[in-house]
């Protein structure tokens, strides 16, 4: 199994959208696993181009942060290890 690497940032510089945010730390999670969140300090509904309702969380950096990505590794890791039996 593969264990956390903690400190290891992961920017993938040659991805077409980067920079994606502003303070990118991290791109183990390239999309939200939690968009859209709805939470007003992370971002906000704008009209699109079809005028349709988006929400914009171009400015929140909550998943690419390092000690964040890290965190939910290793919670993965021991809901594994305990589904596992280890």
Known sequence: ???VRFGVN??????????????????KYCYCPIYPCGYEEYGRFIIGKEKEKIWDCSDCVVFHKSKITDLIKLNGQFKKEQENGS
């Open 1 to 3: 199994m593969e264990k």
């Open 10 to 27: 992961m920017l993938h510089k040659e991805c077409a959208y980067f920079p994606c945010h502003k303070g990118l730390e991290d791109c």
